[in-house]
């Protein structure tokens, strides 16, 4: 054998897993001396064996976990079941989030259908490289589980449970990482601390919050801090910034989410406040306009920052809140007695999910001076308009070929969501393969951590929303994305959103694999 030349690895020899939600039958035999108490007991099996309070938290495709995604599990079951029968290597790789939700959640269900079709295009195009029905030459092979942590994420802990116990080494699901996890909320925070615990490293999909961390967590998506940079660049190469001085100061005001729970919301109004100059020219005073989303008459505390707004009169508004109280913002500002004075408001990616021409009527009404700007996660404009600044090959599985995200599924990218859970799906694909080898093509949970740090300048991670690599640099945390790429977005008042600029915490993203720094 030459040096180079590929060695098949050795046919998988280990148990293959069985359901992962066994039916239990609801009889059981008894004998014919205990005839008195059968009625009774056949009636109690038969209900524990049904065990209507029982619910699937992790499942390879097998189980529906929610009506929506039907299609994208089976077409997750048909690629995991053709990866154990190959005789190939392979591992596991569980996307968690909240799944069994509602419309009126942070986590709405079409959030959870975007991440699990991002998840099964990472799957299929890393186990098919070419597209076609043929494995690559790459191991492991990927199997893909879906784990659901209920309403708001509040659920993990079942989950979570679960998870472990198919990490372990002796375990037939063979799971060595997961992906996805959740907006960043405290119970997020409290999910992956207890996966940390176990031992399983981590790859956060729309994760921001700057202080949300663990060990072995890792993330593909940019931090407030860096969002918050990106959005103060861009502000910076406008003309209004630029003419400030200290007589005639460009001013600001904050908008700020006080709610408890919520980690990204006070992470955002927190990185505004400590990326903003305040150098004289440019003012965001101490003052601010507070609201909770998570109590009653928010939408009243909302709509009573506008008297301030107009007294104030800032050039731009910073709103450090999600989706649901920035469109009362809006509304409310188009009805303000100001409206003679043009106001730019800027906020965070939780404004993609404002991001729908389907909107009910404008977001806000003609003639009401605004313009509204937001730091996004991933962008398609981004493919178009900013070419180095993604890789072509990856991009392209999101197109019009037979097994491209475009013909596959109905749903639009706009938002963002299952671009960053293909990317963070990839990354963990990435990982996995980092520490496979000829004398050992199938990696545990335990090596995964080794994968991740070898993600770096020269050997980065070709994601679709922007090149991805972990170094630590001038207090950047591990797993944190170096300069991540950050769409800068115009939202429009009929719910549609343009691209204005890619920026980065340093203004220019990474074009590709660099030197080492």
Request: charged share 20%; glycine share 8%; hydrophobic share 35%.
């Amino acid at each position: 054998m030459t040096e180079g030349q590929a060695v098949s690895p050795e046919p998988d020899k280990l148990p293959q897993p069985g359901p992962i939600n066994p039916r239990r039958p609801w009889y059981r035999k008894l004998g014919w001396q205990i005839i008195i108490v059968m009625v009774v007991t056949i009636l109690t099996a038969a209900v524990l064996s049904w065990s209507p309070w029982s619910t699937v938290r992790v499942t390879d495709g097998s189980d529906p976990l929610a009506d929506n995604l039907r299609e994208v599990q089976g077409l997750i079951l048909d690629e995991n079941k053709r990866v154990i029968s190959s005789g190939r290597p392979w591992v596991s790789i569980a996307v968690m989030l909240p799944i069994r939700t509602t419309d009126e959640a942070r986590n709405k269900p079409e959030d959870a259908l975007r991440h699990i079709q991002g998840a099964y295009l990472a799957q299929y195009w890393s186990n098919h490289p070419n597209g076609d029905d043929k494995f690559g030459d790459n191991a492991p092979l990927i199997r893909i589980l879906i784990a659901d942590t209920g309403y708001e994420g509040l659920e993990w802990r079942d989950t979570v449970a679960q998870l472990g116990e198919m990490a372990k080494p002796d375990n037939n699901e063979r799971l060595v990482a997961v992906a996805g996890l959740g907006l960043s909320t405290d119970a997020t925070q409290q999910a992956v601390n207890a996966l940390a615990n176990k031992g399983i490293s981590m790859v956060g999909s729309v994760i921001t919050a700057t202080g949300l961390a663990a060990t072995g967590l890792f993330r593909v998506a940019p931090t407030n801090s860096d969002e918050a940079a990106a959005m103060v660049n861009y502000l910076e190469d406008t003309q209004e910034w630029k003419s400030a001085s200290a007589t005639t100061p460009y001013e600001a005001y904050l908008v700020q989410d006080r709610a408890g729970d919520d980690t990204y919301v006070q992470d955002l109004g927190n990185q505004y406040r400590r990326i903003f100059p305040n150098d004289g020219a440019h003012i965001l005073p101490q003052a601010q306009g507070d609201y909770n989303s998570q109590k009653e008459g928010a939408g009243n505390a909302i709509a009573a920052q506008i008297a301030t707004i107009c007294s104030f009169r800032p050039r731009v508004v910073f709103f450090a809140g999600r989706s649901d109280g920035l469109r009362t913002f809006l509304r409310a500002l188009s009805a303000r007695y100001c409206s003679d004075t043009r106001i730019t408001v800027v906020t965070g990616d939780g404004a993609n999910n404002l991001n729908d021409p389907t909107e009910t009527g404008p977001l806000w009404v003609d003639g009401a001076n605004l313009d509204v700007f937001y730091t996004a996660l991933a962008s398609p404009e981004t493919w178009q308009n900013h070419s180095t600044a993604v890789s072509r090959d990856t991009v392209h599985r999101f197109g019009q070929c037979t097994d491209c995200f475009s013909v596959l599924f109905s749903e639009p990218l706009d938002e963002g969501d299952a671009i960053m859970s293909h990317d963070a799906v990839l990354t963990a694909i990435t990982a996995a393969r980092n520490v496979a080898s000829q004398q050992n093509p199938q990696p545990t949970a335990d090596a995964i951590i080794n994968g991740l740090y070898q993600i770096n300048a020269t050997n980065p991670v070709p994601g679709a929303s922007g090149w991805l690599y972990f170094q630590r640099e001038g207090g950047i945390p591990d797993g944190v994305p170096y300069n991540k790429a950050v769409p800068i977005m115009q939202l429009h008042s009929n719910g549609t959103a343009s691209q204005e600029d890619l920026s980065s915490r340093s203004g220019t993203p990474p074009a590709g694999p660099e030197p080492p720094r």
